[in-house]
């Protein structure tokens, strides 16, 4: 079975743009989560998305965002991007369990550097 | 509030080495899941190992082995007889099961191992 995957693998913006991250999830799994890694404040939840539907999101500014299509393929958005958005962006994908945290399988990750 | 902890920053070790992780949580639920993780230097995460809270037996995989201790919040994680190729930031996480409203994870920050030749 394929794992988690995402594109691109690394990504140069400047300062102001926007950017669109994509992760394709293992085949069967339904939950996609985003989660960004910095030196400075190590691996940190973005959000999380079920059917289409966001469950969670994690401490970030609206800058951020994302969506689930129907085949449970998940993109991630950058707005007005800023330097410290700099970071390795991981997705990861599970089966979702009813009522228990499911193991979740991590993508290669999108390096992005904004200059 | 959750929260994770892992002390050791960086561990160098010379091959064939025993070496252990140490992770301790804190947590307001009674029932959640504890993780460990190892990032090599491709940067994707590897799963290790999940557990839940009501299942405190120690596992052993090979070379490495687990020790979940509820009394003393911790779930720490040895290697016997390192090789180069363990060598590789690990990462422990915790998730609350909230009913199954999430699937968040928080975790630590990580502890580099290195193991020489």
């Known amino acids: 079975k394929a794992g988690v995957t995402q594109t691109p693998r690394y990504l140069i913006k400047t300062r102001g743009q926007q950017v669109t991250l994509s992760c394709s999830p293992i085949?069967?799994?339904?939950?996609v989560s985003w989660y960004q890694q910095t030196p400075g404040q190590g691996l940190q939840f973005l959000f999380e998305?079920?059917?289409?539907?966001?469950?969670n999101k994690g401490n970030f500014p609206g800058r951020f965002s994302g969506r689930q299509f129907s085949n449970s393929r998940s993109e991630m958005n950058v707005s007005t991007l800023e330097l410290g958005d700099s970071a390795l962006y991981l997705c990861?994908?599970?089966?979702?369990?009813?009522?228990?945290?499911?193991?979740?399988?991590f993508g290669p990750g999108t390096r992005l550097t904004v200059l | 509030a959750q929260k994770v902890t892992q002390a050791q920053t960086e561990i160098s070790v010379v091959e064939k080495e025993d070496v252990t992780l140490d992770c301790v949580y804190e947590t307001r639920d009674t029932t959640y899941y504890l993780f460990w993780y190892k990032q090599p230097p491709s940067g994707e995460l590897v799963f290790l190992i999940r557990?839940?809270?009501?299942?405190?037996q120690n596992e052993i995989s090979g070379r490495y082995s687990w020790n979940f201790q509820k009394s003393t919040s911790s779930f720490n994680f040895t290697i016997t007889a390192s090789q180069v190729v363990d060598s590789a930031v690990y990462f422990c996480a915790l998730s609350e099961a909230d009913g199954g409203a999430t699937n968040k994870l928080i975790f630590g920050t990580g502890t580099l191992l290195a193991v020489q030749p």
């Open positions: 085949s069967g799994h339904r939950s």
């Open positions: 990861a994908s599970s089966f979702l369990l009813a009522g228990a945290a499911d193991t979740q399988y």
């Open positions: 998305y079920f059917s289409e539907t966001q469950r």
């Open positions: 557990r839940n809270s009501f299942d405190e």
